[in-house]
């Protein structure tokens, strides 16, 4: 970090609903290790400005829906998230602890399912969205997912989620949290019919009910970033699903 002026710390280690549930343990060290580490050689390069990018996975599994900032540390995180989302709600109190007694200019935000072009397709860690594109794409038949379809989810296009922190970081260096979203819900049943469609595959669904559904419903409270950052996401879900499916059909936007 020897001469870095600004540090923007995404990195995390994280898997689908399955993975998440079997590996808690991992989930925090892998997570909490690197954080702590970033943190302390940030301190010690005096980096000027931070911005920890934490996530929505920190939210219990009945929380309000819009959910607001304040109910981040509301019960335990839905238990299919329960080791990364402790491990992002620990990595939050450790950006309130070295800003309160080293003054370090930390920003927080907690962005809300991203997607987009360049996303994780690998199978054992993939996210939903870039998880069904590539089974639908590679020809799965039909096409088995994960619950009963119902719970929905609210994603946010990579291009927005990207000014989003910019702006969290240019105008409120602070270590308190701010939700990057978007008003959209969509449920995990309607999201996978989207991507079928366009696509252009007449794949059938069936859904497995055996397994679980995750958090019943995501969707965040955006007025924060509005009032503050002046930021509203722009690109609709359908917009953002055709070129991320064209990212990993051709390997391009």
């Known amino acids: 970090m020897t001469g870095a002026e600004i540090i923007f710390h ?30 302390e050689a940030a301190r010690q390069a005096k980096i000027d400005r931070m911005l920890l990018v934490s996530s929505a996975c920190v939210y219990s599994r009945f929380c309000t829906i819009p ?11 839905e238990p299919t998230n329960f080791g990364y989302g402790w491990s992002k ?12 007694e080293y003054g370090m200019k930390i920003g927080i935000v907690r962005p809300y399912n991203v997607y987009g072009p360049g996303d994780n397709f690998n199978p054992e860690q993939s996210h939903v969205i870039p998880g069904l594109i590539k089974r639908v794409i590679d020809g799965e ?4 997912v994960w619950g009963d379809g119902t719970a929905t989810r609210s994603f946010i296009y990579v291009k927005d989620v990207v000014i ?18 978007t008003a959209e819900e969509i449920s995990i049943k309607r999201l996978a019919q989207l991507i079928i469609k366009l696509s252009g595959k007449k794949t059938p669904l069936r859904f497995d009910r055996s397994k679980p559904n995750g ?33 990993y059909r051709y390997g391009k936007e």
């Not at 549930?21 to 954080?35: A, D, K």
């Not at 959910?67 to 995180?77: N, V």
């Not at 019943?216 to 509203?232: E, M, N």
Request: aromatic share 8%.
């Open 164 to 181: 989003g922190m910019m702006l969290a970081l240019e105008k409120y260096p602070q270590p308190d949290p701010i939700n990057l979203g």
């Open 141 to 144: 038949r039909p096409l088995t």
């Open 10 to 39: 995404l990195a995390a280690h994280v898997g689908g609903i399955h993975y998440n549930q079997v590996h808690p343990g991992t989930l925090m060290y892998r997570n909490l290790l690197p954080t702590i580490n970033l943190f």
């Open 215 to 247: 958090q019943p419903r995501r969707r965040c409270d955006t007025a924060k970033a509005k009032k503050i950052l002046g930021f509203t996401a722009k690109t609709k879900l359908v917009d953002g699903l055709k070129p991320t499916i064209d990212f």
């Open 89 to 100: 709600r620990a990595a939050e109190l450790l950006a309130r602890t070295y800003s309160k």
């Open 67 to 77: 959910t607001p900032e304040t109910e981040g540390f509301k019960d335990d995180p």
